[in-house]
């Protein structure tokens, strides 16, 4: 029988699921991998991905764009000091949003089983 340290554990999920870190100019800014929301969290991330990809006109890309980051940033002071930084710019928000995506969508649970 094998044995191994919860902290072993925890460092492989780090390594597995970690977060995005934006570096700015006071500091770096971490955004959590889906998984390691709440569920509560998870699913309103999953509602404003829907919004954001529906043609909708009345949508607010820039208010769903940051109201995500809010979800998914380690901490309210995280997501402030991010959204400050961008000001209000729309195509970064956007890179920001996808780079997200893409670094974590590695991470996310699947349906298939390999």
Excluded at 32 to 58: H, T
Excluded at 83 to 99: P, R, S
Aim: net charge negative.
């Amino acid at each position: 029988m094998s044995t191994i340290s919860l902290d072993t554990i925890r460092a492989a999920a780090e390594a597995k699921y970690g977060s995005l870190d934006i570096e700015l100019e006071d500091g770096t800014v971490r955004l959590l991998n889906p998984l390691r929301l709440s569920k509560e969290n998870r699913k309103a991330l999953a509602d404003i991905q829907g919004g954001i990809n529906s043609d909708e006109s009345e949508t607010d890309q820039e208010e769903m764009l940051a109201d995500a980051l809010r979800l998914v940033a380690q901490s309210e002071k995280h997501a402030d000091k991010l959204l400050a930084a961008i000001g209000g710019d729309l195509t970064v928000l956007a890179e920001v949003f996808e780079n997200y995506v893409k670094g974590t969508s590695a991470g996310e649970a699947s349906g298939s089983r390999d």
